[in-house]
């Protein structure tokens, strides 16, 4: 298995609060990717990285902020939680030139109330 | 812009039967197709993938996909189904110019009846 680590696996939090996810590897891949999953629609992706310090939107960015200030390490933040928010979120990893699929955590359960 | 269309949001088979799971999709440029599959509470696991080269390829638990540009199709099959393939499927489009992000489809719950 890739070495990913997501943290926390699952947290509850009120309506309003900053919530920040982490994201660990130890495989020195390039790109991180940080996605949700909500029931119907697969999963989406939030924001992603290139390298460190560099990061841009994906489809479902509002109210979500991401850093990378090294290599193995991505946190996705989310300034003041709404229970739209709540979700199951999934960090990925990838590494250019040959091999381009990505590679999953376990995921962390998010539940604002 | 890239997509992807997977038919039937859950399919059911009896153990031993064939297995196939759609998916269709839109992109401008050749694209890198994947299937992933994920078990209960747990994340997504590479099942196969096409880049570039022979259209078949053959991933892990005996699943295997054609591209076929044509129809701009890469659906999921396996000869004969086991309990153990119960699961949500995902196919999913990316390219390398895009920083490889990847374009899910709805997913596809497979129920394996004994």
């Known amino acids: 298995d890739a070495g990913i680590t997501q943290s926390p696996r699952h947290k509850v939090t009120e309506t309003g609060t900053p919530v920040t996810l982490r994201c660990h590897q130890t495989?020195?891949?390039?790109?991180m990717y940080w996605y949700r999953q909500d029931p119907g629609h697969g999963l989406r992706l939030i924001h992603y990285?290139?390298?460190?310090?560099?990061?841009d939107k994906g489809e479902v960015s509002d109210g979500y902020s991401v850093s990378r200030s090294k290599t193995e390490d991505f946190l996705l933040t989310l300034e003041s939680a709404t229970s739209s928010q709540t979700s199951v979120y999934f960090c990925?990893?990838?590494?250019?030139?040959?091999?381009?699929?990505?590679?999953f955590g376990q995921g962390t359960r998010l539940t604002v109330v | 812009a890239q997509s992807v269309t997977q038919l039937g949001s859950h399919v059911s088979v009896s153990e031993g039967a064939l297995v196939l799971l759609r998916c269709n999709y839109s992109?401008?440029?050749?694209?890198?197709l994947f299937w992933y599959v994920q078990y209960p509470n747990q994340g997504l696991q590479l099942l196969l993938k096409?880049?570039?080269?022979?259209?078949l390829v053959k991933g892990i638990n005996g699943f295997e996909a054609e591209f076929k540009k044509s129809e701009t199709s890469f659906h999921l099959t396996k000869p004969s189904a086991h309990m153990s393939d119960a699961a949500e499927y995902f196919c999913?489009?990316?390219?390398?110019?895009?920083?490889?992000?990847?374009?899910f489809g709805s997913g596809t719950r497979l129920l394996v009846r004994p």
């Open positions: 096409y880049t570039t080269g022979a259209t």
């Open positions: 495989e020195n891949h390039r790109y």
């Open positions: 990285s290139y390298g460190v310090k560099d990061t």
């Open positions: 992109s401008s440029v050749p694209p890198y």
């Open positions: 999913a489009v990316t390219q390398p110019a895009s920083s490889y992000k990847l374009i």
């Open positions: 990925a990893i990838s590494e250019s030139g040959g091999l381009p699929e990505a590679f």
